[in-house]
Nanobody
Framework: VQLQAFGGGLVQPGGSLRLSCVASGSIFSINDMGWYRQAPGKQRELVAR???????NYADSVKGRFTISRDNAKRTVYLQMNSLKPEDTAVYYC???????????WGQGTLVTVSS
């Protein structure tokens, strides 16, 4: 399984970015997908998750600002990030939780920097 994340960059506070993650090597549609992030000096944390049944959940800190979605035909999961704040600055990692083993696969990470 390979996960390739795209879309990070530098954005001003209040701006938007969309992250994409393309998966290969697995039956994409049956696996849960997620985005995690890790800020300097902090532990990796869950940002958002979308199940194979398209159920979603979000960290409290991003509710109402971020939206996770998936396109099974394109084997891609997205994270639309709006109203970005400096505290959103982190490396964002794509995650696939394999069904039925529950094994976690990780992408290489993409850096999001929110700064004026």
């Amino acid at each position: 399984v390979q996960l390739q994340a795209f879309g990070g960059g530098l954005v001003q506070p209040g701006g938007s970015l969309r992250l994409s993650c393309v998966a290969s090597g697995s039956i994409f549609s049956i696996n849960d997908m997620g985005w995690y992030r890790q800020a300097p000096g902090k532990q990796r944390e869950l940002v958002a998750r979308i199940t194979a049944e398209f159920s979603t959940n979000y960290a409290d800190s991003v509710k109402g600002r971020f939206t996770i979605s998936r396109d099974n035909a394109k084997r891609t999961v997205y994270l639309q990030m709006n109203s970005l704040k400096p505290e959103d600055t982190a490396v964002y990692y794509c995650n696939m939780r394999s069904h039925p083993t529950g094994y976690d696969y990780w992408g290489q990470g993409t850096l999001v920097t929110v700064s004026s």
